[in-house]
Structures are given as C-alpha cells and as structure tokens.
T-cell receptor, first 113, second 112 residues
C-alpha cells in the first residue's frame, strides 16, 4: 500500500520554464511534507518542507503547495535550470511521535537547454 | 563537514555471505535511519533508531539487523545475504522530529 505516490516517473521541461512536480498521499495523519533532490551516485538532499498549518512555502526558485483536502502537494521550480535535472522525491511524516518518513517513488526531471 | 558517511561504497557478495554496512554521522543527531532504494520503489525504511541503544523496525526489516551502540554510528547487518537484497542502501540522520534528514551517498550492494 503506497501511502505517498508520485504518479509521473519523468518530466521534461525547457530551460527557463516552470517545472511542476506532483505528489499525492493517502494517510490523513501526515502533517509534515518534504521534497528532496537526488543526483546520480549521491544521496538525496533536502530542498524544502511544509507543515499542514500552511498551504504554501517558498525558498528562492522553489515553492511547495499543499492542498490538504485533496491530499496533494506540488513543487514548483521557476525558472527551471539545467542543473535542476535530477530525481525528486516527496516524503511525508506525522509531525510528532512516529519518527518515520514515507517516501514517494520519485520523478526524474530533465531540464532541456 | 563530513555529515553522514557510509562505508563501503560498493560491495559484491555471494548468496549466504554476511556483511555489515557502517553509517557514521558527526552532527550529534539523535535519529538515524537505514533505507533501501530499488527501481520504481522509492526509498523504503528498513530500520531506524531514535537514540543510542535503541532500534526499531521500519517497512522492510526482514533479513536485516541493526545496532546503535554509539550515538554517532548506526550499523546495518545482513546475516545471510540473498539476491533480493541487491539494492542501494542509504543511511540518514536527523536532529529530531520535524526536521529534514541528512543522507549519506549510499552503498551499492550486489548479491550474486
């Protein structure tokens, strides 16, 4: 039972345009969400997070949107750059008491120059 | 800053052999995690620890054991390796709850 789903295995975007990566979850107890970026032969690195008390969080070119009623979050990258080409994972957790993070299967983003 | 260091980076084992993967962090983090990454499966939690001397099972713990004798180290053991354990293993640590995880660069393990 996949509690966190990333239904698009891959995405290609032109440099300078917006990249939108999507993530859906099924567990209504999740209230803390994170996005990680992963380059080949490296570990995932943290990008941005959001708690369920907010519906948007921005950090430079990266914005995460959370729609709790739809159990959906998205990561927007504007403008997209070739260096953004990587695999992106979303992850979810209950903020207190479980210590565990559940990851999606990842979306491979390719930014075309 | 070393962060999270995993040893070894690559290893090939024969079915039935045993080995231990080492994870070391220098950030004084309380929580440590072992994941495996397989194609199309994302990162799946094997075991985790919320402090020195404690361990707990994750989503896919069968065939693995762990120990956290020192706060900075988290060991993952395979007692009798099986081909199904061929994977990339990632260790992560975090300061506490509601904190992002810091990952090592992974150990690529092949079981023949």
């Amino acid at each position: 039972d996949q509690q966190v789903k990333q239904n698009s295995p891959s995405l290609s975007v032109q440099e300078g345009r917006i990249s939108i990566l999507n993530c859906d979850y099924t567990n209504s107890m999740f209230d803390y969400f994170l996005w990680y970026k992963k380059y080949p032969a490296e570990g995932p690195t943290f990008l941005i997070s959001i708690s369920s008390i907010k519906d948007k969080n921005e950090d430079g070119r990266f914005t995460v949107f959370l729609n709790k009623s739809a159990k959906h979050l998205s990561l927007h990258i504007v403008p997209s750059q070739p260096g953004d080409s990587a695999v992106y994972f979303c992850a979810a957790s209950e903020m207190w008491g479980t210590y565990k993070y559940i990851f999606g299967t990842g979306t491979r983003l390719k930014v075309l120059a | 800053n070393a962060g999270v260091t995993q040893t070894p980076k690559f290893r090939v084992l024969k079915t039935g052999q045993s080995m231990t993967l080492l994870c070391a962090q220098d950030m004084n983090h309380e929580y440590m995690y072992w994941y495996r990454q397989d194609p199309g499966m994302g990162l799946r939690l094997i075991h985790y620890s919320v402090g020195e001397g404690t361990t707990a099972k994750g989503e896919v713990p069968d065939g693995y054991n762990v120990s956290r004798l020192k706060k900075q180290n988290f060991l993952l053991g395979l007692e009798s390796a099986a081909p199904s354990q061929t994977s990339v293993y990632f260790c992560a640590s975090t300061k506490g709850e509601v904190q992002p995880q810091h990952f090592g660069d992974g150990t690529r393990l092949s079981i023949l």
